[in-house]
Nanobody, 123 residues
């Protein structure tokens, strides 16, 4: 069983920054790829970013160049640094575990999910 707990969300003005954290339980964190997804009200949950066990990263086009995903295996934690935030970044952000070493942008490739943390960007 893996538990994922996100933190770091909040209210920020457009152009501002936030850093999300996701801490995982369990012994396999260093062997698992990790991802971030987001879900805006009334919309589907969509891919944001992912990191492999070797720190290879991929990003959605909408966030590339503004967001950075990273991981600290010693702390069982994955981060999402979000800069130059836009109103359209407003969503609940979820981290997710993929039981493979390689990254994926497909939601179905992740088996454990956190409850999410709200990010609200005001204009």
């Amino acid at each position: 069983q893996v538990q994922l707990v996100e933190s770091g969300g909040g209210l920020v003005q457009a152009g501002g920054s936030l850093r999300l954290s996701c801490t995982a339980s369990g012994r396999t964190f260093s062997s698992d790829a990790m991802g971030w997804f987001r879900q805006a009200p009334g919309k589907e949950r969509v891919f944001v970013a992912a990191v492999s066990t070797r720190d290879f990263t991929i990003y959605a086009d909408s966030v590339r160049g503004r967001f950075t995903i990273s991981r600290d295996n010693a702390k069982n934690t994955v981060y999402l640094q979000m800069n130059s935030l836009k109103v359209e970044d407003t969503a609940v952000y979820h981290c997710a575990r993929r039981a493979y070493t390689t990254v994926s942008s497909r939601r179905d490739d992740y088996d454990y999910w956190g409850q999410g943390t709200q990010v609200t960007v005001s204009s």
